[in-house]
């Protein structure tokens, strides 16, 4: 392929023409693709059909002899954190179950910050006349819409290879006491896969922030989701909290939604000992247990770190091959041409696909016209908007492969005649 | 049984000596009873059995095709809202399903009601100088303790054998802006076993309150939990709000935690379309969807409204007689003393105890002291201030049917040497 921001005008009318017309037969296909959200696909779910039959007919007795049918026990069965300590770098005491959605564990961490104050606040954060939270880009538009929600101003923070922009992210919480936490997905970020470094990890450990009160909202969603044999451990963000002094700074959060059932996993909140007893007092005000039942049936089905494991090794053996077919597909209608550029992942459930600055909404409706449904563009930015409209979240989990390709192409087709298209402009 | 207030002083030295001796005696016993909590019976757990394996190795699939192992469908499975919709009264689409807990939905709705406002609401509810909350008493511990999390200030109002005081809340709403809300269980209350009139819930709908977003926190905990074969039902309260020019003003709650098994069943939020909206707005931001399996689970497993009146009817089976014991045994040592009286509830899963002004801590740490746990006194208020000192709940559901009788025995002794001591002091 051709950079194409090389061609002359004319060499470049021609292409554009050529694309056009790939494109429009692409479309005469009739396809219907979705590459919106980061779902299991249906074979990645079977690998868990144990969970429908599961504890058992007479299976309902913790090993502390909890009749886990009843009401009580609001940390989570003992055993279940136990098995999940191991991934999340913390004691079991240091963790809590919540119900099947980490998202909500974050919302509700929110909700208590605001309402009642952390553990290291003197008020309330609603009582605060601004509160700002530090988003590093692009990122997940989950989290960005709890902020939205609560009216919390986003800061958007550049994402290097090795994690977000510690330059500024230092700078930024060392002068404004107003910005009282940030997002981080520190492990095979969505959607760009960053892995953070431990150099990274250290400094967020470390640095000063304007506000005692200032907390890493460390959603390790992807703590288990390798792509590839290579199994990247990130440094312990608790522990190297606690080293520099800041013992309280971390949240952490993770869940089964995408090792075992999503919507019928495990959540969990982990962090330091005055994290976690802050928040079962804010909880159980909420809430008389979680369903244990539920955890003992996750604890019978994973058995132990090496039954979890084996579990993600099935599950890669299922998406890997897609990763590859996109990573192909768009080498191969992409590479070179200067108008695109994309991860290769070594974890997570996401391609990012950077494009021609402007283009990224433009892609997102041709790809549609096509028959391929992508996340609208602007959703891994705050307020939905991406400044350079260049950031597109590709996610490839959940058709089977045989759609993969297609949808791929289907995209990278969407990507050629958009640009092209954007090129032509410019050059009026 | 003689009126104790009625005694001279030497009978009543007498007395008290004899119920000294029989305090002692069951002292002696060295029995470990538990009345504390409304938690269903081992017995009453084993009925619901049937859960621990189900839905069933390859059942996942709604009823409209959705996979429910998968993400999405936040507002709970259409066949599991059709099968709950008869019991609160409201049309399937008017219901959301949630986690486990009813509390949680009723803690949830104070968040976004603070943190958002309602739907009515010109400003969020935490930007008010002062909220303040209706507590009809004895009630809810639970209840009061949200209110008391979120700086919600407590008003209690007395408890009539059709509802609350009506003369007292019409009054309070009609002048009290910052009245926000009222909790209200009406059927089969906590703990009085109270069943809202027709014309209470007319009047709850009726009238007319100072803040244009007044809610009532309709706590159908007990919808279909008869203790006898009398199914009370109440009036709607959601179509008498709606006749009476009021459609949002009340939230439903409900769950199936004593229904099938606590912790593992399924919550309930239901009220008005412009309500449910609402809540699902606010929900969207915290989860993606709740645990469907579960709900498919619940509905293949209580299958129609038939299937869940008979299990509820097992339940009684299981713990009618235990409700029947109690009152058997303080009618044996109590009846016609003048020192206590209680409620024979048609549904429930509480007792209301009402003992002699300034005797209610004192019966507790005695019971405590022969082997028999009581919720603390003043629990049933708000603040955990029982301004009489006299109220005690009494929850006969968790213990075997033969210690039943033992404990109701211990609290009856306690019930008397309590009392007769404090007589006695009376005259000194």
Known sequence: MTNLAQLNAQDLKVFHQQVRERYEAFK????????????????????????LTLPGAQDFT?????DTRNYGGLQGLAELR??????FDLPPENLIIGDNSSLALMHDTFVYALLKGTCDSTQPWSKEKRIAFLCPVPGYDRHFAICEEFGIEMIAVPMNDEGPDMHVVEKLVAQDAAIKGMWCIPKYNNPTGTVYSTKVVERLAAMKTATPDFRLFWDNAYAVH????????????????ARHGHANRAFVY??????????????????????????LKRMSKRTISGDKIN?????RYLRDQGGLMALMDQHRAVIAPKFAKVIEVFTQHLGNTGVASWTDPKGGYF???DVLDGCA?????LAKEAGVELTPAGSTYPYMKDPQDRNLRIAPTFPVLADVGPAAEGVALAVLVATTESLLKQRR
């Open 351 to 353: 391609i990012s696909l």
């Open 62 to 66: 913790a090993a502390d002899k909890t």
């Open 361 to 365: 909404k433009e892609v997102v409706r």
């Open 28 to 51: 005469k296909r009739g396809l219907k693709l979705d590459l919106t959200r980061g779902k299991p696909a249906s074979k990645q779910l079977d690998l868990s059909n144990a969970l």
């Open 82 to 87: 136990a098995l999940l300590a191991p991934v």
């Open 254 to 279: 993770g869940s089964t939604s995408k090792v075992t059932l999503p919507g019928a996993g495990v959540a969990l909140f982990g962090g330091s000992k005055d994290n976690v007893a802050w928040y």
């Open 226 to 241: 390798h792509l590839t044999t290579e199994h990247i451990e990130i440094a312990n963000i608790v522990e190297a909290c």
């Open 295 to 299: 955890q003992l049936r996750h604890v």
